[in-house]
């Protein structure tokens, strides 16, 4: 049983399973990297517990099976290969050789290794009875312009994921610390109305999957505690335990109502919060905003000193005074680009961040610190 694969092809694909198989795991079989041949392919699979990872690559092969080999000495040795070509050859062992380099890698039986269940291209089947198809483009904007906004706590439980909402509305995601909120919108009916958490770190597992994909459609299917995505006709899967339970009610901390309305250059106003910022207090990284007439002034001051900096801004609204924790703005507005808009409903109460142009999409609520 033997398979070539070119150097490049299998590089690509195990750095994608890297990061997913751990080093170290209460189940040893975790730190395995699974291989398998079947008439058409070589599947490369793994999983820690949380996230499961298959990706296919269709090459002639010969024969069929299914092997575990250790991970981490797999995939040193695949990055270092001196070769353009790899040739893997399974048995008792796993032989590897390409250019003038040849090894032989101990494999360990399957039994007990767990069974990893991915969703299929297909439509629903079990144990993922719900599916719908999105573009690539607007999941990856979904999951990453919100994930920031999730909680690096343990004690903050639920909000250390991202809630993803599926309606005959569209598809919304959701992530907050309690500190600020972000909502990304996607306005594309969906077949089925639920509400799922997926833990933040897995979302950072399907952004660095969905951006090796590139365009296209995502199969997104649901089981019981189970999210899988597949894309590329099935050419790469996934799947990723669900958190229990759903945020508490958050549309009650968006406000409504907006006595000043301020829109500017995103760039601009960026890298002058970014300037300001560095002087500003090292606790609560405050930056105080002034909107005037035409202008906003940003100003700092901390152990370094302080300092200021005008920029232009069109203003809706009666001059306001407000202060923020500049990381937590910074990262409300780092899905921008082009114009925006800062939507305040007071000093002290929270503030909307959004895109110049559309209401619908991405939109961020912070908030103010205590002026």
Do not use: C, W
């Not at 195990?14 to 699974?34: C, D, H, Q």
């Not at 599947?43 to 575990?68: M, S, Y």
């Not at 339970?245 to 500017?264: C, H, Q, S, T």
């Amino acid at each position: 049983m033997k398979v070539k694969v070119p150097k490049t092809l299998l590089t690509e694909h195990v750095a994608l399973l890297e990061r997913v198989i751990p080093t170290r795991s209460s189940n040893p079989l975790f730190t395995y990297l699974g291989l398998a041949l079947t008439p058409d392919a070589l599947v490369l699979f793994g999983t820690n517990g949380e996230v499961d990872l298959e990706v296919r690559l269709e090459l002639p092969t010969e024969g069929e099976g299914r092997f575990l080999v250790p991970a981490q000495p797999f995939f040193q040795l695949v990055k270092s290969l001196p070769g353009d070509q790899v040739e893997l050859g399974f048995g008792a062992e796993l032989s590897l050789s390409s250019g003038s380099f040849s090894t032989r890698l101990s494999l360990a039986p399957d039994e007990g290794y767990p069974e990893l269940f991915f969703p299929s291209l297909e439509g629903p089947a079990e144990p993922y009875p719900l599916q719908t198809l999105l573009p690539v483009e607007e999941l990856l904007k979904a999951l990453s312009h919100v994930r920031y906004a999730a909680s690096n706590e343990e004690y903050r439980a639920i909000f250390r994921g991202v809630q993803l909402e599926f309606s005959e509305g569209g598809l919304r995601s959701v992530a907050s610390d309690g500190y600020r909120l972000a909502l990304y919108r996607l306005a594309k009916p969906q077949p089925f109305a639920k509400k799922v958490v997926v833990p933040a770190r897995s979302v950072d597992e399907m952004v660095r999957v969905l951006k090796g994909t590139g365009e296209g459609e995502v199969a997104l299917a649901l089981g019981p505690g189970v999210l899988g995505l597949a894309t590329g006709k099935g050419q790469l899967r996934m799947a990723v335990r669900l958190m229990e339970g759903e945020f508490p009610d958050y549309e009650r901390v968006i406000p409504k109502e907006f006595p000043l309305k301020a829109a500017f250059d995103v760039e601009a106003f960026r890298e002058a919060l970014r300037r300001v910022s560095v002087l500003s207090d090292r606790q609560n990284h405050r930056v105080d905003l002034l909107f005037e007439e035409g202008r906003v002034l940003l100003s700092a001051e901390g152990d370094y000193g302080k300092g200021q900096e005008e920029v232009p801004v069109h203003l809706e609204g009666l001059p306001l005074a407000v202060a923020y924790n500049a990381r937590y703005l910074l990262e409300a507005l780092s899905p921008l680009s082009g114009q925006a808009v800062l939507l305040l409903s007071g000093p002290t109460s929270p503030s909307l961040v959004r895109p110049g142009e559309a209401a619908e999409g991405y939109q961020a609520v912070v908030v103010p610190l205590r002026v």
